[in-house]
T-cell receptor
Framework: GAGVSQSPSNKVTEKGKDVELRCDPI?????LYWYRQSLGQGLEFLIY????????KSGLPSDRFSAERTGGSVSTLTIQRTQQEDSAVYLC????????????FGSGTRLTVV | GNSVTQMEGPVTLSEEAFLTINCTYT??????LFWYVQYPGEGLQLLLK?????DKGSNKGFEATYRKETTSFHLEKGSVQVSDSAVYFC????????????FGTGTLLAVQP
């Protein structure tokens, strides 16, 4: 596609429910990243996929968070048993040339846990 | 560790004023440096970048020079417009196995007419 597409754009969920956030990267981009943007916390790295390599999961805040990338394209970020502190904007980005040349970000999913 | 420090906001300027947003970094290697901008209600957009020392990135009237000796990448614009009001993020990338961007906390710029 022309850009990085994320869905849904907004999600309100009840505490304790599971949620799935989707990212469709730019076609041909081999690298895909998930970040979290919380009020007052800046941008926090969550996970990185590069081609067929094992993902770098070092930024996932707890074992309630997981992500997968199917067929080297679409990625899904799953948050189990959501908590109020999970409320944030979840941003996806993709890159074709590695991070030295910058990423293209999607518009994000705003998650609100009530 | 690797980190980015940028000046806290908000920065409030009148239209046509000169803008500087300071950014310094700590890195164990030779990073690429970036400025991203987030306009109200929108996602992050790459504003400019520099991949090696002494490089100058520029775009839309904004400039930043990669200064290895001072580990800085300050953002400047000679004459801001109301439409420049946004949050500006400085970031670095060391490449290698992870290739992840490390961001500063962002600086809110508000330009008044």
């Amino acid at each position: 596609g022309a850009g990085v597409s994320q869905s849904p754009s907004n999600k309100v969920t009840e505490k304790g429910k599971d949620v799935e956030l989707r990212c469709d990267p730019i076609s041909g981009h081999t690298a895909l990243y998930w970040y979290r943007q919380s009020l007052g916390q800046g941008l926090e790295f969550l996970i990185y996929f590069q081609g067929n390599s094992a993902p770098d999961k070092s930024g996932l805040p707890s074992d309630r968070f997981s992500a997968e990338r199917t067929g080297g394209s679409v990625s899904t970020l799953t948050i189990q048993r959501t908590q109020q502190e999970d409320s944030a904007v979840y941003l996806c980005a993709s890159s074709s040339q590695g991070g030295h040349y910058g990423y293209t970000f999607g518009s994000g999913t705003r998650l609100t846990v009530v | 560790g690797n980190s980015v420090t940028q000046m806290e906001g908000p920065v409030t300027l009148s239209e046509e004023a000169f803008l500087t947003i300071n950014c310094t970094y700590t890195a164990t290697g030779y990073p690429s440096l970036f400025w991203y901008v987030q306009y109200p209600g929108e996602g992050l957009q790459l504003l400019l970048k520099a991949t090696k020392a002494d490089d100058k990135g520029s775009n839309k009237g904004f400039e930043a020079t990669y200064r290895k000796e001072t580990t800085s990448f300050h953002l400047e614009k000679g004459s801001v417009q109301v439409s420049d009001s946004a949050v500006y993020f400085c970031a670095l990338n060391l490449g290698g196995a992870t290739n992840k961007l490390i961001f500063g906390t962002g600086t809110l710029l508000a330009v008044q007419p």
